[in-house]
């Protein structure tokens, strides 16, 4: 298997992202369009804390998860240009679209892909897909917005 080269590692995600474990739910960026697209991988890993309830014996990561994977990747093609993002954070405003094909299970690599379809100042929406082997296994449509963190 070829060895996919990091554009940012997770130390570097981690001075873009405020998430920390258990919810930073993105290890590696692997291609990176300013404000058009960007490609992550998330390893899914037995250890998740959130395999413990969701299934035990027959573990699947929650499709909220998922798309949380999506909107972080989505925050990290954003946030990367903002300055002073340590200040800013990615809300939520609405998912649209969210459909999901196929269980993602411990083991699984999740190729997540986010693209941008609207951009304004400060509100934004995206579309993102998630792969596994190749396959679609999840998909929507998130808005956000930046916004200024209360310090």
């Known amino acids: 298997m070829e060895k996919i080269e990091s554009i940012l590692d997770v130390r570097s995600i981690l001075e873009i992202l405020p998430h920390r474990y258990p919810f930073l739910l ?25 395999f413990v309830g969701h299934f035990p014996g027959a573990p699947v990561m929650p499709g909220v998860l998922i798309v949380e994977a999506m909107a972080q990747v989505g925050g990290l093609l954003l946030l990367q240009a903002v300055p002073n993002r340590e200040r800013k954070l990615l809300y939520f405003l609405g998912i649209d679209r969210a459909r999901f094909r196929k269980p993602v299970v411990p083991g699984d690599q999740l190729r997540i892909e986010v693209t941008v379809l609207k951009l304004k100042a400060r509100v934004s929406k995206m579309r993102g897909e998630a792969y596994v082997d190749g396959a679609l296994v999840a998909e929507a449509e998130v808005l956000s917005s930046i916004v200024d963190r209360e310090v």
């Open 26 to 50: 993105v290890d590696r960026i692997v291609e990176f369009e300013p404000d058009r697209r960007i490609v992550a991988l998330k390893n899914v890993s037995i250890n998740e804390p959130f």
